[in-house]
């Protein structure tokens, strides 16, 4: 067996936050929206790079309460703190690692992500 990539992510959140996470994901983060396929549950998907993510309605969601997480890599992390503070996101300091600059946040539906600017001599 070998996998070869990772197509998509799927994050969830309850629908009375749907107008506000679609606006994160694609005015905040800048994410590129994409056609999705019609469902029952998902209410957008947007592309980077190879990545697939797809935003989608789920009743009972207690993401909160998680510690899983999608990791951005970035280039510049205080360029990416001084932006995301400028759209009132309210930023998570996570534990430092060797290598890695980082925070975290939570998405209007809850879900926790990671942002990275790893240094030049760290691999990803």
Request: glycine share 6%.
């Amino acid at each position: 067996m070998k996998l070869e990539a990772v197509h998509h992510i799927q994050v969830t959140y309850p629908l009375e936050v749907e107008e506000a996470i679609l606006f994160f994901y694609n005015k905040v983060l800048g994410l590129k929206e994409i056609t999705r396929t019609e469902t029952n549950n998902s209410a957008g998907w947007y592309q980077l790079g190879n990545v697939e993510l797809h935003v989608s309605r789920e009743e009972n969601v207690n993401n909160q309460a998680s510690r899983r997480h999608i990791c951005f890599q970035v280039d510049d992390l205080n360029a990416v703190a001084e932006h995301l503070k400028a759209h009132d996101v309210k930023i998570l300091l996570g534990t430092p690692i060797p290598g890695c600059n980082r925070l975290f946040l939570r998405d209007p539906g809850g879900n926790r992500i990671e942002i990275a600017e790893f240094s030049k001599n760290s691999k990803d």
